[in-house]
T-cell receptor
Framework: AQSVTQLDSQVPVFEEAPVELRCNYS??????LFWYVQYPNQGLQLLLK??????LVKGINGFEAEFNKSQTSFHLRKPSVHISDTAEYFC????????????FGQGTILTVHP | EAGVVQSPRYKIIEKKQPVAFWCNPI?????LYWYRQNLGQGPELLIR????????DSQLPKDRFSAERLKGVDSTLKIQPAELGDSAVYLC??????????????FGPGTRLTVL
């Protein structure tokens, strides 16, 4: 079985500052990795995904994440945040050939202050 | 193209009452998922359908929960009777289909259930 740990439950940051949301995973087999964003009273939207290839992946809204196999991490970063980035962010993993079964972390609430 | 549609968006019921949630996936998507998201937690898979077949329902509490996906399109998730601990957001998602490779899941807005 696999598991996901998001190391920060809440991250406050000022507008235009950089931000990093941390995610570590545990799995005995190779996995796909994802970051989702959830705005209040909405469903989850895919920000970015790592399937294979380059370990640095870029997503929507200026976000990027780096897959580090040795540290089993997949941290999400943005160099300059906006007020509109305020939301909850979820890291998730899916085993190869698991037909898309996602295991999610507990979520990190990002609050961007003016 | 319309996204995943769920109804109702909100539901408040008293414990021991039955409740049902409806999901219409994206047209052409063969795989449908139901997740439960407790407050302050990430979503957890309840059941996955491939067309009309439930292929992974290991996390579905079968004593009170049931689901169906007639004709392999719309799906209904039912709880009978509801308990206080069932208060959560119930999310539906769909994807194109299986095959061992990656298929992006698209999520609906969810149904927020409050059991009093």
């Amino acid at each position: 079985a696999q598991s996901v740990t998001q190391l920060d439950s809440q991250v406050p940051v000022f507008e235009e500052a950089p931000v990093e949301l941390r995610c570590n995973y545990s799995s005995s087999v190779s996995v796909y990795l994802f970051w989702y964003v959830q705005y209040p009273n909405q469903g989850l939207q895919l920000l970015l995904k790592y399937l294979s290839g380059s370990t640095l992946v870029k997503g929507i809204n200026g976000f990027e994440a780096e897959f580090n196999k040795s540290q089993t991490s997949f941290h999400l970063r943005k160099p300059s945040v906006h007020i509109s980035d305020t939301a909850e962010y979820f890291c998730a993993v899916s085993r190869f050939a698991s037909y898309g079964k996602l295991t999610f972390g507990q979520g990190t609430i990002l609050t961007v202050h003016p | 193209e319309a996204g995943v549609v769920q109804s109702p968006r909100y539901k408040i019921i008293e414990k021991k009452q039955p409740v049902a949630f409806w999901c219409n996936p994206i047209s052409g998507h063969n795989t449908l998922y139901w997740y439960r998201q407790n407050l302050g937690q990430g979503p957890e898979l309840l059941i996955r359908y491939e067309n009309e077949e439930a292929v992974d329902d290991s996390q579905l509490p079968k004593d009170r929960f049931s689901a169906e996906r007639l004709k392999g399109v719309d799906s209904t998730l039912k709880i009978q009777p509801a308990e206080l601990g069932d208060s959560a957001v119930y999310l539906c998602a769909s994807s194109l289909g299986r095959g061992g490779s990656y298929n992006e899941q698209f999520f609906g807005p969810g149904t927020r259930l409050t059991v009093l």
